[in-house]
């Protein structure tokens, strides 16, 4: 399968506790996007990458996220000290990132989240 | 971006045409007009993209009118595959994607 993969699929942790989500984009592409969305709504931005550097961050990315691509492959999403708000399921998307900022993205399957 | 209004939800039986509209009044000249689908766990897949008049692909049609003012996204013949949300998105930058609550779609025997 040459789609986006993420794991975990599923994560339970205790609040306080540390998590570390990965995704592995389609190969080819350059661009990663990662994605928050809880129960009833439509996914939020979080933050994205051209390659490995990090281009925007939405305000939801508390100081106690961080997400990184080394070497532009495949990103990690961290989160510090969880807090049950955190309980989401995270997307991770890729693109080509073709001129004009137009290319549809391809999401993976996600990581549910579940802080108790 | 501009902001989308999406029914919440819409109900159909297998092998009708469904329509679902979506308003963006302070849509700008340049945004163009996204629709995906997200079934329950999985992330969203895109289904099609215009910017004016009609669109029409393998699986959906995308009515725009000359206002650009609202779009209709078009599935003909729906099955019960089909049952599932639906966003309308509008930009120019598809780097930040900005999904509304959607359209859920059921669609019945």
Redesign the interface.
Known sequence: DTGVSQDPRHKITKRGQNVTFRCDPISEHNRLYWYRQTLGQGPEFLTYFQNEAQLEKSRLLSDRFSAERPKGSFSTLEIQRTEQGDSAMYLCASSPGLAGGLSEQFFGPGTRLTVL | LAKTTQPISMDSYEGQEVNITCSHNNIATND?I?WYQQFP??????II?GYKTKVTNEVASLFIPADRKSSTLSLPRVSLSDTA?Y?CLVG???????????TRLQVFP
């Open positions: 163009y996204t766990s999985q992330g969203p897949r895109f993209q949300v966003y120019i930058n598809t780097d930040k994607l900005i999904f509304g609550t959607g």
